[in-house]
C-alpha cells in the first residue's frame, strides 16, 4: 500500500489529480480486499474530502459512505462531520448518529466517571 500512497502524494505535486484520485482507489481497493478496516476509514475519508473539495459531493458521499461502513468508535464521529459538510440538510441523521456514539461512549466510562 505504500506504493500507492507515494504515487498519490507523487501526483498531487506534479498537479495530476486524475493520478492521484486513481491511485488513492487502488490503495482503498487493496484494503478492502484484505479487510483492513482502519486504512479502509482512512483512504475513504481521504477520497472523500478530496471529491469534497472539487465539489463533487455525489461521489464524496459514496466514498464517506465506504468509510463510515468500516468505522467503529470515534471514527465513525467524522463521518457524521462529514456527512453534514458535504449535505447540510442530512444534519438530523448526523445528530442521531452523534446521539447514538456519545450513549456509546457514556456507557463505555467508569461509573465513577
Not at 475519508?45 to 459514496?62: G, R, T, V
Request: net charge negative; hydrophobic share 40%.
Amino acid at each position: 500500500m505504500d506504493y500507492y500512497s507515494l504515487r498519490n502524494n507523487l501526483s498531487i505535486w506534479e498537479g495530476k489529480f486524475r493520478s492521484a484520485i486513481d491511485a488513492s482507489v487502488s490503495r482503498l481497493d487493496l484494503a478492502e480486499s484484505i479487510g483492513d478496516s482502519q486504512r479502509i476509514v482512512s483512504y475513504g475519508s481521504s477520497l472523500s474530502d478530496f471529491y469534497q473539495k472539487l465539489d463533487m459531493d455525489d461521489s464524496a458521499m459514496f466514498y464517506n459512505e465506504i468509510a463510515y461502513k468500516w468505522a467503529s468508535g470515534f471514527n465513525a464521529i467524522n463521518y457524521a462531520f462529514s456527512l453534514v459538510s458535504i449535505d447540510p440538510q442530512r444534519k438530523e441523521e448526523a445528530q442521531e448518529i452523534w446521539g447514538d456514539l456519545l450513549r456509546k461512549i457514556k456507557a463505555d466510562l467508569p461509573a465513577e466517571m
